[in-house]
């Protein structure tokens, strides 16, 4: 039983910065009651995460192999610890988010050496064995994340965030006493100026699409970031293209193959969890439901996506991602255009069978969107793949978020200002903040009735456009895959894994042989793949440092 501790260390920080991810939306009501917050103020409680998470996970995995895994791993608990406790005592939106972006750092440093470490510390069957729990363990935290934050907010919102406190300290003491050091012999230095414009870039664009949602899109604070961050991230394309050791390779980018899969990534996030945050608001803050069941309501997506990745999973990896990919974001659109269907009327009943679709699509998808990454490139890229499926994903559902931002707004105002209501504007905001209650509570009593009705459609109207643009944003993509995920494999050299895995591990700490990963087990821990990937994966002849 001692061999698996340090796997037991590893899980506990793996479940506690995953279930993080969709843990918050549930309680947003509570928040923003609590808090006074906007709607601008409840994306960036949810985005700023996401975002610091996708922008910096790359970056911390080259820092992990200079410096050693177990340091970062450790280093990144201490602060998302900290920042749980920042967050829980938040007394303000403002602090609360910055606490969220100090948490966001913390698990990209942890995210970052979960799969190295375990590539370090496990060989053979042992290894095999630590990836299919540690898979489970990820999705565990995707199912449990919306039922968890219903129940601790139940309680009180900041319990979805103090909940984290023993779990780190736990994962920290253990981490201490179990886990050996490991770090990648002559690595290069992280990208610095890679990290540092990309996160400045795609800030200031999520910055924008968020302002453009709250103030619209005439207001220069919306679109002058966006136009300054796209700005930026041309910079980091000249950048990447001149460095020796870039954070991210913009040759992979080249192939069409390896372009679709991140594009692929890019959408399943944005397509199928972006609009969470207004459905948890709809359930809420329309329906009445308490936030236990609100999280319940979400099960069918859970649960679904778990089993259909455990029981299939396997398959789908010897499968062409072409396929596999284009199925899946096809189910994940059809999901949203199913829930697509609510209107004033609409109980939560309405959403089960396109949550369930949409849950099918995400276990299909699963599984197979890392292992296709690797697979597309070169095996002394595989690490770099790796973290690029993530720093895609969590793009997506950063961005994802902003944007149907507006397409809420602009739907809702709509409704509203065809219904006479006398300042579409101020009841829109108010609406997309949660408050319909306070909003139904300030009214006269003869006019409750007829207000909550008006309330009722016109945030229908705006859920209806957020669903119909997601479920066409994964119809879109799985399009777009199924175009673009053609041409060869890229050479392995599976005939010499033990020298080219070495070279790999000299280049970018990725040289665990993809031709040999079935024999080591390591190709089941895609089958329990969550939403969310690890940032690089590493090599198994990485040593551990005494």
Known sequence: MRKWWPLVAVCAGTFMLLIDVTIVNVALPDIATSLGTSFGELQWVVDIYALALAALVLGAGSLADLYGRRRLYLGGLTLFALASLACGLAPNAGLLITARAVQGIGAAAMFSTT?????????????????????????????????????????SWRWIF??????????????????EESRQQGAPHPDVPGIATFTLGAGGVVYGLVEAAANGWAQVGSWAPIAAGVVVLVGWVLIELRREAPMLDLRLFRTSRFSGIMIGSLVLNLAAFASSIYLSLWLQSILGLAPLQAGLVFIPLSLVSFVTAAVVGKTLTDRSPRVVLGVGLALVGAGGLLMARVDGGASWGILVPGLAVLGLGVGICNPVVTSAALASVPRDRSGMASGAVNTFRQLGFAVGVAVLGSVFAAGTTRALTDAGAPDPAATESALSAGQAQQVLASA?????????????????????????????????????????????????????GERAGADGEQRDGSGEGRGRHEADGEHDAGRHEAPHTPGHLRTEDAEPVR
């Open 115 to 155: 799969i190295a470490l375990l590539n370090a510390i496990y060989r053979g069957r042992d290894r095999g064995t630590a990836f299919g729990i540690w898979g489970a363990v990820v999705g565990a935290a995707a199912a449990a994340g919306p039922i968890l934050g219903g129940a601790l907010t139940g309680v």
């Open 162 to 179: 103090l909940v984290n406190l023993p779990i780190s300290v736990f994962a920290v003491l253990l981490t201490l006493k179990v886990v």
């Open 444 to 496: 006269p009593g003869g006019q409750r009735a007829d207000l909550a009705q008006l309330l009722s459609t016109a945030y229908a109207d705006g859920l209806r456009d957020v669903l119909l643009v997601a479920g066409a944003a994964g119809l879109l993509g799985a399009l777009l895959v199924v175009l673009l995920v053609r041409g060869p494999v890229p050479q392995q050299d599976g005939q010499d």
